[in-house]
């Protein structure tokens, strides 16, 4: 009897499944998955070494073009280790604007994660709807920005301001919000075809996700009860409330639940902060020489000189634990490291994908939640 | 470790620089001493110049909710973690690809991020912002090909620390 050998696929780099430019080499056996080798870096721009040759203050614009769909968390990331790096203050206000931005990023990133998942397993409706909400979220990062994605807003150091009428729009769009999720939730989580494609596919316990260094949804799905937002106690979370939910199972299905009850934390969040906002007058400099020396100060790729030599922290960015390392002791980094959290889970894809059908590949990358951007760096 | 099971509350960080010799042993140590409920959470490089190249362990104790960071100067080859934690595998990966430090023992050792059949080390210091090559698709040879770097204008580099103290 002839023996069957198992066949290589190429999955990508085109693939619309594989969110951007991932480069899968699929070793099957029928239609079972034996071995996923993801070939990355399609999308590699060396920012790391691009940011060594840039002041820390040219440096921000490339943290929003890293994870595309969570901007503001790369800013705010980058913001707190350069603070952290000069000793920089910053004040509560500015603290609770932070907050509130970093708690809209995350309701992008989720809509588009949960959305961009249905649509890769066959449910288009959702995925319209969810850029609806995300439009009218750009919409936010406009107007305190002046740019939809691209924001630059969250800077190192310096103290935002907001107008009232934007904090009264949030007001409004946080209330609508809950319904259009449950809009979105009535079309999946109960959807039969739903539920067969994602339940018990791509199941990862606890012990293996800590081998595996997952982090974020992807940690909480297996049922461990882990956020940094609740251990580091940076920005303004020690005063808000929150839940966190977790899954029992691990599988994708867990995942998608986490992420919509993530959703609706953060609008709960989002709620309380804008209860706890006072807006003080502007801090901008009124007269000509505040403003010349304000210029001077900003463009001039700052004046003072870091305090330490290094530091190393991390947050809790939509998709997981996001790490930076930050070194140098002059006007520019001496060397940049970011820890992406959607690297280390594509680099587990092999573990996850392994005997499923070649179909739940496309489940187990939509699940992962991942971004190019900050993969390929 | 007995003064972190005493104190879990006050310690949130454990640094240990630049420790010679038995690196795997130190972190197979680690490795036990915060039983089950550890992850390397990351690991990377940073060229030191003279010095050679630092590799920077972060690891998180579940247990203890602390990060322990560990770093090593070294400049030629380590021994792969990646049997004692997995997500050292594509960390490790990128650390050679990038700086040109092996690790033994790795089970897959290729490039990651850089191009089928890039050569250089880029993250080293002697490595140019600009590179050495660049690709472009050649309409008379129907492929991409590979050509020396070429630029209209030089990266500007600004020595001085200040424009306005220079």
Same mark, same amino acid.
């Given at each position: 009897m002839a023996r069957l050998k198992s066949f290589t696929m190429n999955f990508g780099p085109q693939h619309p499944a594989a969110h951007g430019v991932l480069r899968l080499i699929l070793e099957l056996d029928g239609e079972i998955v034996v071995r996923a080798d993801p070939h990355i870096g399609l999308l590699h721009r060396g920012t790391e070494k691009l940011l060594e040759h840039k002041s820390y203050l040219q440096g921000l614009p490339y943290f929003d073009r890293l994870d595309y769909v969570s901007m503001m968390a790369y800013e705010h990331v980058y913001s707190l280790a350069v603070e952290e790096l000069f000793s920089f203050q910053i004040t509560e206000q500015t603290s609770i604007i932070r907050t509130i931005f970093l708690e809209i990023t995350r309701l992008l990133n989720h809509l588009m994660a949960v959305t961009t998942h249905a649509l890769d397993v066959g449910a288009l409706t959702p995925f319209l709807w969810a850029f609806e909400e995300r439009e009218k979220m750009m919409e936010f990062y406009e107007r305190v920005s002046g740019a939809r994605m691209h924001s630059a807003y969250i800077r190192p150091g310096i103290n935002l301001q907001l107008d009232h009428q934007l904090l009264v729009d949030l007001q409004l769009f946080v209330e609508q919000f809950p319904f259009r999720l449950q809009e979105i939730e009535e079309m999946l989580t109960s959807n039969r075809i739903w539920r067969q494609r994602l339940a018990d596919v791509g199941v990862v316990d606890f012990e293996q996700s800590l081998e595996l260094g997952f982090s974020g949804p992807?940690?909480?799905?297996?049922?461990?009860?882990w956020d940094l937002r609740l251990i580091k106690n940076y920005e303004y979370y020690p005063y808000v409330q929150f839940d966190i939910p977790l899954g029992t199972n691990g599988d994708c299905y867990d995942r998608y639940l986490i992420r919509v009850e993530e959703m609706r934390q953060s609008c709960f969040i989002i709620q309380q902060l804008l209860e706890k906002i006072t807006l003080s007058? $502007?801090?901008?400099?009124?007269?000509?020489?505040? /403003?010349?020396?304000?210029?001077?100060?900003?463009?001039? !790729?700052? &004046? $003072?000189?870091?305090?330490?030599?290094?530091?190393? /922290?991390?947050?809790?960015?939509?998709?997981?634990?996001? !790490?930076? &390392?930050l070194a140098g002791l002059t006007n520019r980094p001496e060397r940049l490291h970011l820890r992406a959290p959607g690297f280390v889970h594509l680099s587990s894809l092999d573990q996850m994908a392994a005997d499923h059908m070649i179909a739940d590949v496309v489940t187990i990358?939509?699940?992962q939640d991942i971004v190019f951007g900050e993969i390929d760096r | 470790m007995e003064l972190i099971k005493l104190y879990p509350r006050w310690i949130n960080s454990v640094s240990v620089d630049h420790f010679v010799g038995g690196q795997f042993s130190l972190l197979q140590v680690l490795k036990l001493s915060l039983l089950h409920q550890s992850v390397l959470t990351d690991l990377f490089g940073v060229?030191?110049?003279?010095?050679?190249?630092?590799?920077?362990?972060?690891?998180?104790?579940?247990?203890?909710?602390?990060?322990?960071?560990?770093?090593?100067?070294t400049s030629y080859s380590l021994i792969s973690s990646y049997w004692l934690w997995p997500s050292a595998n594509w960390f490790e990966r990128e650390i050679w690809?990038?700086?040109?430090?092996?690790?033994?023992?790795?089970?897959?050792?290729?490039?990651?991020?850089?191009?089928?059949?890039?050569?250089?080390?880029?993250?080293?210091?002697?490595?140019?912002?600009?590179?050495?090559?660049?690709?472009?698709?050649s309409e008379k040879h129907k492929r991409v090909v590979s050509s020396s770097v070429f630029l209209v204008q030089e990266f500007r580099r600004f020595k001085f620390n200040s424009p306005w103290l220079a």
């Amino acid at each position: 009897m002839a023996r069957l050998k198992s066949f290589t696929m190429n999955f990508g780099p085109q693939h619309p499944a594989a969110h951007g430019v991932l480069r899968l080499i699929l070793e099957l056996d029928g239609e079972i998955v034996v071995r996923a080798d993801p070939h990355i870096g399609l999308l590699h721009r060396g920012t790391e070494k691009l940011l060594e040759h840039k002041s820390y203050l040219q440096g921000l614009p490339y943290f929003d073009r890293l994870d595309y769909v969570s901007m503001m968390a790369y800013e705010h990331v980058y913001s707190l280790a350069v603070e952290e790096l000069f000793s920089f203050q910053i004040t509560e206000q500015t603290s609770i604007i932070r907050t509130i931005f970093l708690e809209i990023t995350r309701l992008l990133n989720h809509l588009m994660a949960v959305t961009t998942h249905a649509l890769d397993v066959g449910a288009l409706t959702p995925f319209l709807w969810a850029f609806e909400e995300r439009e009218k979220m750009m919409e936010f990062y406009e107007r305190v920005s002046g740019a939809r994605m691209h924001s630059a807003y969250i800077r190192p150091g310096i103290n935002l301001q907001l107008d009232h009428q934007l904090l009264v729009d949030l007001q409004l769009f946080v209330e609508q919000f809950p319904f259009r999720l449950q809009e979105i939730e009535e079309m999946l989580t109960s959807n039969r075809i739903w539920r067969q494609r994602l339940a018990d596919v791509g199941v990862v316990d606890f012990e293996q996700s800590l081998e595996l260094g997952f982090s974020g949804p992807m940690l909480r799905g297996g049922g461990f009860a882990w956020d940094l937002r609740l251990i580091k106690n940076y920005e303004y979370y020690p005063y808000v409330q929150f839940d966190i939910p977790l899954g029992t199972n691990g599988d994708c299905y867990d995942r998608y639940l986490i992420r919509v009850e993530e959703m609706r934390q953060s609008c709960f969040i989002i709620q309380q902060l804008l209860e706890k906002i006072t807006l003080s007058s $502007s801090v901008n400099p009124l007269h000509m020489e505040e /403003l010349i020396s304000d210029f001077r100060y900003y463009s001039g !790729g700052n &004046y $003072s000189y870091p305090q330490n030599e290094s530091v190393y /922290l991390s947050v809790e960015a939509p998709k997981g634990e996001l !790490g930076v &390392y930050l070194a140098g002791l002059t006007n520019r980094p001496e060397r940049l490291h970011l820890r992406a959290p959607g690297f280390v889970h594509l680099s587990s894809l092999d573990q996850m994908a392994a005997d499923h059908m070649i179909a739940d590949v496309v489940t187990i990358i939509g699940t992962q939640d991942i971004v190019f951007g900050e993969i390929d760096r | 470790m007995e003064l972190i099971k005493l104190y879990p509350r006050w310690i949130n960080s454990v640094s240990v620089d630049h420790f010679v010799g038995g690196q795997f042993s130190l972190l197979q140590v680690l490795k036990l001493s915060l039983l089950h409920q550890s992850v390397l959470t990351d690991l990377f490089g940073v060229d030191k110049l003279n010095h050679g190249i630092e590799i920077n362990w972060i690891l998180w104790s579940y247990e203890f909710e602390l990060t322990y960071k560990l770093r090593l100067l070294t400049s030629y080859s380590l021994i792969s973690s990646y049997w004692l934690w997995p997500s050292a595998n594509w960390f490790e990966r990128e650390i050679w690809e990038m700086f040109g430090i092996t690790f033994q023992g790795h089970p897959d050792l290729r490039r990651l991020l850089t191009d089928y059949g890039f050569r250089s080390y880029p993250l080293l210091k002697s490595y140019p912002l600009n590179g050495y090559f660049q690709v472009s698709y050649s309409e008379k040879h129907k492929r991409v090909v590979s050509s020396s770097v070429f630029l209209v204008q030089e990266f500007r580099r600004f020595k001085f620390n200040s424009p306005w103290l220079a």
